[in-house]
T-cell receptor, first 124, second 113 residues
């Protein structure tokens, strides 16, 4: 398994500002993921962040709004830019040890995701 | 592409009663199946998973889920719930490999004393 921490755990922000969320993993992992969980809804994948390359964004998400950094194998940041109340969500980072060559088991990869505790963002 | 349906958004149940949380999926290929639990104000935790082999999988806290290929279901059950089981439960599927994991909309389990 992996231990994942996120900062901040929660924040209240004003419209038009930006917030950077940090994600730290206790193991070196190839792939990290950023999800959004809007109130009353399921998880939506924002982007996949691989170390040493540009993040891959899902449909409906763009780099200008959600820039991502992945400077090394244990850390990533997600910035929510020019925020509006619609951005109020829980933002979660995760790692998929099942797809990581360092952890992969025979017959895999298995897509076993481990999540951080989340960042609860409220935009006023 | 695959999809996940969790028919029940909320399930209230009395303490020590049995519970079943339903999950159905659709996919044109074989999938791996997961249940995640999210306790209040926390992130998601992997509860149990079906990758291959026995269709009945168990978690360490008494939950079990059975993969039924013919009915494309992966329902989660527990014979006797505790107050501490109050949480939101998400079913998820993935074709494996480097494909995306798809999550259901979640079921909130409320255990009533």
């Amino acid at each position: 398994s992996a231990v994942i921490s996120q900062k901040p755990s929660r924040d209240i922000c004003q419209r038009g500002t930006s917030l950077t969320i940090q994600c730290q993993v206790d193991s070196q992992v190839t792939m990290m993921f950023w999800y959004r969980q809007q109130p009353g809804q399921s998880l939506t994948l924002i982007a996949t962040a691989n170390q040493g390359s540009e993040a891959t964004y899902e449909s409906g998400f763009v780099i200008d709004k959600f820039p991502i950094s992945r400077p090394n194998l244990t850390f990533s940041t997600l910035t929510v830019s020019n925020m509006s109340p619609e951005d109020s969500s829980i933002y979660l980072c995760s790692v998929d040890l099942g797809r990581d060559p360092r952890f992969r088991r025979e017959g895999g990869p298995y897509n076993e995701q481990f999540f951080g505790p989340g960042t609860r963002l409220t935009v006023l | 592409a695959q999809s996940v349906t969790q028919l029940d958004s909320q399930v209230p149940v009395f303490e020590e009663a049995p519970v079943e949380l339903r999950c159905n999926y659709s996919s044109s290929v074989s999938v791996y199946l997961f249940w995640y639990v999210q306790y209040p104000n926390q992130g998601l935790q992997l509860l149990l998973k079906y990758l291959s082999g026995s269709t009945l999988v168990e978690s360490i806290n008494g939950f079990e889920a059975e993969f039924n290929k013919s009915q494309t279901s992966f329902h989660l059950r527990k014979p006797s719930v505790h107050i501490s089981d109050t949480a939101e439960y998400f079913c998820a599927v993935s074709p494996g490999g480097y494909q995306k994991v798809t999550f259901g909309t979640g079921t909130k389990l409320q255990v009533i004393p």
